[in-house]
């Protein structure tokens, strides 16, 4: 079978063309500036052929036509016909309580997703966008939406409930929803596999770092906790995101400033994180370059960093009762042994140790934990794009069987 996997975005839709059954990716690209004159699709295919095609790509019915024309090119293509496209995967970031898993796409889950809307408005019209776009390219393959927050749906309550007036949660539903769902599903069925046990039998933590950031408690393949919440502000620093801190702080901020809420929330989400700290940059490698550099901000960027992770770590063992494996995935993650190192640093009291030379290896997929060490830590690469199209897979090939039946 082989699925079309979508990622829409604001101005960009990236792409993968998957034979989940094979986990082979056939050809994969990103189309970049859509809504602009200047925009360019890159496209990338499984022998290496690469192509670069620019254009005025002003939404995203016209990217998607510009990825269909692309999958289909005598030159550069790798199908013959738009009915070798079995179906459609789609990253959709907000299901609210509404979804609590993938589902098939239907007129009642588009009305879904757009009630959430309320919830993610940067996110969740441009998701709509590209599923309106593929159902008039489309219109007979089937569509699967996959969201980021329903892997989290299964919290208990004391875990995503806030501390505010529960007439406001029935009211406006404001709660923690947890983010990146896809990403920590993928990795921990992974780490079982690699570990050779069942996903039922484990206690982990799994840790997405890249410019966003999200660590998740997993009880036997159920998320019971996250750092994410009601938006992906909560928790963990990150590349620009500040993460946890005092709410008094940001209204004491803009009375100070004279902030708008819109100037505050872009103070929040866009200027602080690794670069408010740093004052340098959002990027990892930059701020562990400047602080190799004798830079005093960057090096405080790094350790605060380092610290929200292990001091989440930390509660997400008692929260989990134990643990048998930590994860680390993302772009930082799966990258920087400097980080993985100082995350664990001290941890040794609580069974957890690393190995320099396993941490410091060039392979991706590892374990680094020393052969002392009572918890194994693994690295592996995240892949959420062969998640949504082995969901997608099976989604479809259920409702394909209902249908025999």
Do not use: W
Not at 17 to 38: A, C, H, Q
Not at 144 to 171: E, I, N
């Amino acid at each position: 079978m082989n699925i079309l996997v979508l990622n829409c975005g604001s101005s960009s839709v990236k792409y993968q063309f998957i034979n989940p059954e094979e986990r082979k990716i056939l050809t994969r690209g990103v189309v970049e500036r859509v809504g602009m004159s200047d925009a360019v699709l890159r496209n990338k295919r499984h022998d290496g052929d690469e192509i670069a095609i620019s254009g005025e790509i002003l939404d995203h019915a016209i990217a998607i036509d510009y990825i269909l024309a692309v999958l289909l090119s005598k030159n550069h293509g790798v199908i013959k016909d738009k009915a070798e496209i079995d179906a459609i995967g789609h990253r959709v970031v907000h299901g609210g309580e509404t979804f609590t898993q993938s589902v098939l796409i239907t007129d009642e889950v588009i009305k879904g997703i757009r009630d959430n809307i309320e919830l993610a408005p940067l996110h969740n019209p441009h998701n709509l966008r590209g599923i309106t776009a593929c159902l008039n390219h489309l219109p007979d393959t089937p569509q699967v939406a996959v969201f980021d927050t329903a892997f989290h749906q299964q919290m208990p309550t004391h875990a995503y409930l806030y501390g505010l007036p529960y007439s406001l949660y029935r009211r406006y539903k404001i709660r923690k929803y947890g983010f990146h769902g896809t990403s920590h599903r993928y990795v921990s069925s992974r780490v079982a596999k690699l570990m050779d046990k069942s996903l039922e039998s484990l206690k982990l933590i799994t840790c997405h770092l890249g410019n966003g950031c999200s660590m998740a408690a997993i009880d036997g393949g159920i998320s019971i906790d996250t750092t994410m919440g009601f938006t992906p502000l909560e928790g963990l620093l990150m590349g620009t995101r500040s993460g946890d801190m005092d709410p008094s702080v940001i209204l004491y901020i803009m009375a100070k400033e004279e902030l708008s809420s819109s100037e505050a929330n872009a103070l929040l989400n866009k200027h602080s994180g690794l670069m408010g700290i740093s004052g340098v940059s959002s990027d990892m490698r930059d701020v562990l370059q400047e602080a190799r550099d004798g830079e005093k901000q960057a090096g405080f960027a790094f350790e605060v960093f380092c610290y929200r992770i292990k001091k989440y770590i930390g509660s997400y063992i008692a929260a989990l009762g134990g643990i048998d494996a930590i994860i680390f995935t993302g772009g930082i993650g799966e990258n920087s042994p400097e980080v993985r190192a100082q995350s664990l640093h001290g941890l040794s009291c609580i069974g957890i140790t690393i190995s320099d030379e396993f941490n410091t290896s060039s392979e991706k997929e590892k374990i680094i934990s020393a052969a002392d060490s009572s918890v194994s830590v693994y690295v592996i690469p995240t892949n959420e794009e062969l998640m949504i199209a082995l969901d997608t897979m099976i989604i479809v090939g259920k409702e394909a069987t209902q249908k025999v039946i």
